[in-house]
């Protein structure tokens, strides 16, 4: 039995999910090949109750303007469709970068009018003794830098800005 297959990337990692059925609150699928089966129940419009292995756990789907995201104990992983964009079906990248989670920035490694890099570092920031780089979504040009080492700063604020390279030729 074949489902819908999507190409997904949570946090900084890419990952292949099969929903292989989803009836009566009960989802299977596959992530990277590996089955596996949950109990999902809709506590509220934005709380999800799963139960895998045994094991209950609830999330939180947070949707930011153009992005989702799911909270479960404080961190807070951005959810992005991957097969959209591959498939030139969807929005252009953002023009922006924000923290997936509430952190401490702890280094700037961009000033305005740096040319950037799809995938290069640009802000450190740091949550619960876990330090994450957030990365060019995009080649481009930093137009802004909003965050200073020692901010605190949280979901969908917005950090750098940046536009667009015109032409490559340019």
Same mark, same amino acid.
């Not at 450190?124 to 200073?148: C, T, Y």
């Given at each position: ?98 923290? !997936? ?6 280094? &700037?490694?961009?000033?305005? *009018? #740096? =040319? /950037? $890099?799809? @995938? +290069?570092? %640009? ?13 060019? !979504? ?6 802004? &830098?909003?965050?200073?080492? *020692? #901010? =605190? /700063? $949280?979901? @969908? +604020?917005? %950090? ?11």
């Amino acid at each position: 039995m074949g489902g819908k297959k999507f190409h997904i990337r949570v946090a900084e990692q890419e990952h292949q999910l099969e929903v292989i059925s989803f009836a009566n609150g009960r989802l299977q699928a596959r992530i990277d090949g590996e089955e596996i089966q949950a109990e999902c129940r809709m506590v509220s419009p934005d709380l999800v109750r799963l139960t895998i292995a045994g094991r209950r756990e609830q999330v939180r789907l947070v949707r930011l303007e153009n992005s989702w995201q799911v909270a479960h104990r404080g961190c807070h992983l951005p959810i992005e469709s991957l097969s959209q964009k591959r498939a030139g079906q969807g929005k252009s990248l953002p023009s922006e970068v924000t923290p !997936p989670m509430p952190a401490t920035v702890v280094k &700037v490694q961009v000033v305005p *009018g #740096d =040319q /950037v $890099s799809r @995938g +290069q570092g %640009l802000i450190v920031v740091s949550a619960m003794k876990m330090e994450v780089i957030l990365k060019s !979504p995009k080649d481009g040009v930093a137009r802004e &830098v909003l965050a200073r080492v *020692g #901010d =605190q /700063v $949280s979901p @969908g +604020q917005v %950090l750098v800005t940046f536009e667009e390279e015109q032409d490559a030729g340019q």
